[in-house]
């Protein structure tokens, strides 16, 4: 019988060595230029001198109004998640998107808000943040020195907007140090207050087990004290926005080439509604207060504050990443291009670094923006710039026009948002038929969520389906294959003759 190492003799075989990381970091750099090394870090500078003009521009351009006028009623809904100021959603629709568009190498992904990171921001900034701050209408937080940013000063007390532009500095650099180390082989394996706006209700804030079940015990206790109007608001959007996904959206589409932009036109007319019958001084109904006009001035991250917030920053960096490459590498692929896995992970680091100097919240990469765009014909990054200086212009002019629009509104917006996530439910009793392990990982991580928080139910998932890997693995069916006579297979030797 021929052994292992008389065949290798036999057939050449030859052991590739193995390359140590530095070895291939080396290999990287070597013999590029410095201009060829720019180049990989912005891959704007390459394809800006093949951009064809004339067959790409209109529909960037058309585009990338499109996608502003999306962002602005998604980030002011989304910013509500996080407990920051509704205006900050609108600087995350605006500064991260010129860093993303000179660094990324997917055409059609919308930086911004999206709501899952938002959701798992909330907690963290509900804990360290001044309560006073948290779930407010505007703050302008204190500029900081460079020593009061580096060394804590005595009896520091940070706002929702500082804690929640710590976080996106903590995100931005796991992100950054996750591509310069080539982490991008992930990519293969991968509230109290919404419920209060709706309803126009007051509800304490929980941070003890069971805090979502406390919420809805809040709300049905103090249901006497509804405010009508509110929850009339709240209805209706609802009812226009569900109507026109469900009937008219598919209809429409087949006419119009481009998406009508049924959430803004909700935001302009409740906000008229608002100024013409002063809802909120007649009818006590929450309106938005204070906007202000222009850009924020950039100040400093507590960056002795990053200790406290560095470990519940890696699991929203990872799912920020694994949400926006996702939806990156199908895009591509219907394009026919190729992303690079490890400069997207630069790029998103970068995003989030640039955006915290800029009173942000994390920002990733939006499903439905990124599918609109694509849908729409955006050709190229310039939509992200395009769409940025929508927003900036929104922010510098008609700003304090959005002052009266009912926080409801913005409630309902999410809620009709968030429905496909909700909906989810339903699919449990096929998942688990399925497989056993997968529903189990479902419900645990479901169970978790509900009584503790979302970041407690991402760790949960993540234990269970690890353990699920490792049970499977050691029950491995393992079988003797024989020839079986007559013909050129082999099978199990348990049920067939060899």
Request: with cysteine.
């Amino acid at each position: 019988m021929q052994t292992l190492e008389d065949f290798q003799i036999l057939h050449k075989y030859e052991k590739t060595p193995e390359i140590t990381f530095i070895q291939k970091a080396k290999a990287s750099i070597q013999g590029l230029s410095v201009y060829q090394t720019f180049l990989s870090i912005f891959p704007f500078l390459g394809w800006i001198r093949q951009y064809k003009f004339k067959e790409y521009i209109v529909d960037d351009v058309v585009t990338g109004c499109t996608i502003g006028i999306m962002h602005i009623p998604q980030g002011l809904a989304a910013a509500i998640l996080a407990g920051v100021p509704p205006v900050v959603g609108l600087y995350m629709a605006s500064f991260p998107s010129i860093i993303y568009a000179l660094m990324s190498t997917s055409k059609h992904i919308s930086i911004g808000t999206i709501a899952i990171i938002c959701i798992m921001v909330k907690p963290i900034v509900s804990l360290h943040a001044k309560p006073e701050t948290v779930d407010n209408h505007f703050e302008k937080p204190p500029d900081l020195t460079w020593s009061e940013a580096i060394f804590k000063p005595e009896n520091a007390e940070l706002t929702s907007v500082q804690v929640a532009a710590a976080v996106c500095f903590a995100v931005g650099v796991w992100q950054l140090l996750m591509g310069v180390f080539r982490l991008g082989i992930v990519s293969v394996i991968l509230s109290d207050a919404l419920l209060g706006n709706l309803l126009g209700i007051e509800i304490a804030k929980h941070s003890s087990n069971f805090k979502v079940l406390l919420i809805f015990r809040d709300a049905v206790l103090n249901i006497s004290t509804m405010n009508l109007v509110s929850f009339a608001l709240s209805m209706s959007v609802m009812a226009v926005l569900i109507t026109y996904a469900e009937v008219l959206k598919p209809r429409l589409e087949k006419i119009f080439r481009f998406p009508i932009p049924v959430e803004m036109l909700c935001v302009i007319i409740c906000t008229l509604l608002s100024m013409a019958f002063d809802l909120e001084n007649k009818y006590g109904v929450k309106c938005f207060g204070t906007i202000p006009r222009g850009l924020p001035a950039p100040s400093l991250p507590a960056f002795w504050f990053l200790p406290q917030v560095a470990l519940q920053s890696l699991p929203i960096a990872i799912v920020g990443y694994a949400i926006t490459i996702s939806v990156a590498t199908i895009l591509a692929k219907k394009s026919k291009y190729e992303i690079r896995p490890n400069q997207e992970f630069l790029a998103y680091g970068c995003c989030n670094i640039f955006a915290s100097f800029f009173s942000c919240v994390p920002v990733a990469g939006s499903i439905s923006r990124s599918m609109v765009q694509h849908k729409v014909g955006g050709k190229t990054q310039i939509v992200s710039l395009v769409s940025c200086a929508f927003v900036l212009l929104v922010l510098i002019a008609i700003g304090p026009f959005f002052e009266p629009l009912p926080s409801c509104v913005l409630a309902a917006i999410l809620i009709v948002t968030l429905k496909g996530i909700m909906w989810q439910v339903k699919d449990f009793p096929g998942i688990y038929r399925r497989s056993k392990s997968d529903g189990i990982v479902w419900m645990g991580t479901f169970f978790v969520a509900i009584c503790w928080d979302t970041d407690y139910g991402l760790a949960a998932g993540i234990f269970l389906s690890t353990f699920s890997v490792i049970l499977h693995g050691q029950k491995l069916k393992i079988c003797i294959l024989g020839r079986v006579p007559r013909i050129d297979t082999y099978l199990d030797k348990r049920y067939y003759s060899a």
